[in-house]
């Protein structure tokens, strides 16, 4: 699934007062691309996301997914989300097993689904509970495997490994890598993390404070899976850092 | 076990007070408060004869019909306001002037619309439970987290499954405390529903019991709709209990 983000620039009304969110974003991602959008706090990648999702609109410019406009939210955009957004009154395989339920497929299959990503995010023995008895990182595993479990075309996601520890969080980054290698997704990945924007993507765009405009993008060509300690990964975690620090 | 005995302090306390003015000291005289013993003795008359349950189980059927009807009615219309800017929009104004009708006001046309007796009755239990539950269940839906129904859309779901499946579960501790809300105000709507046309319940018998001066057999009656009252309150709070996520 291919994007095309032409002109966009986001105002909101707040208070009576416009506020501009993001300027003038041209980002072309291309079909099975990994791209990830880093940027200061309050630059837009939130909105930016939202409006891929088809949960925003663009107040001037356009955004289209396969060429056609995109005019609202899709299951083939799965979405995971920067706040907690599970379903509080339903079980963890139940939250999981959202999208194949709603899309009529039978209760055997889709529990045996759920129950592999919930093993791939390491939450076996957690099929019962209920989010209110879940960390805020086991929350937030079980929200990634909502979202892979629907099997979309193309993965937005929202800092989805904010709330993890270390090893945690490059034990599902490297799963990650591994399921866009395997499954051919595109995937757009908001992060504030630049080692983790550089271990995971293709294409780092980099934004500036609010409003939002794209300062750079960096191609990033190491092979998988990268080596965080190599000269090239280091270079570029320190070019992009240094762009963000200005 | 120990939360009751301390809930039962306090009325213990009353009654104790209560016996000490009327019995034992007689500065209140019988004819504002009966005694103690004078309720226990009508209290004991009226379950001997049969009247204090017959009573309860008519009055129950009433309040009971009164408010699954009220409750069919309110969850669907409560859901549809909740969720329709248009339709909360194009009802404002409506509900908001029937609501604060008190359900007595309503009796002439009660008779009316559907004749002396069981009808009526129902109709006003119905006026009572109607109000608090479509207000609770549009205030939950309204309610509803937004970051619920966009993953809900994001997941593929439609409208109509949206609604299903997040937003009435969202909504749900709303409309539990409507309900609750609901038949508190049905139950107190009984002396006015057998006003018209009952030949038995709690309403009718301290209607009755007041009209012959035994104000001993109105505090019974009394008391069995307040015992009702808290007999619900128990099951509406197991409910609330059971959606403790
Ligand atoms: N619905 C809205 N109404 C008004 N202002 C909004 C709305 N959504 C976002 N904003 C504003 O837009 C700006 C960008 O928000 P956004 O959430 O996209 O930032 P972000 O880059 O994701 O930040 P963070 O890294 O902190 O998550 C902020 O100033 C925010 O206040
Ligand atoms: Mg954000």
Known sequence: MSFILKNVDKSFISQGKELEVVKNINISVQDGEFLSLVGPSGCGKTTILRMLAGLDYPSEGEISENGEPVTGPSPNRGFVFQQYSLFPWRTVLDNIAFG??????DTEDRYQNARNYIEMVGLSGFENSHPHELSGGMKQRVAIARALANDPLSLLMDEPFAALDVMTRHKLQEELVRIWQEEHKTIIFVTHNVDEAVFLADRVVVLSKSPGEIIESFQIELERIRDRTSP????????ITSLLEK | MNKTIKALILPLII???????????GIIPSYLIPSPSAVWVAFENLLLNGSLITDTLSTLTRVLLGFIIAALVAIPLGILLGWSKNANDLSKYIIGVLRPIPPIAWIPFAILWFGVGLGSAIFIIFLGSVFPILINTADGVKRTDKIYTESAYTLGASEFQTLKKVVVPAALPNIITGLKVGIGIGLMCTVAAEMIGSSNGLGYLILTATSMLDSASAIVGMLAIGVIGLGFDYLFRRAEMKINW
């Open chain 1, 100 to 105: 194949p339920e709603v899309r009529g497929v």
């Open chain 1, 232 to 239: 090239e990964f280091i270079d570029l975690k320190k070019n």
């Open chain 2, 15 to 25: 009654l104790i007070i209560w016996a000490i003015l009327t019995t034992y000291t």
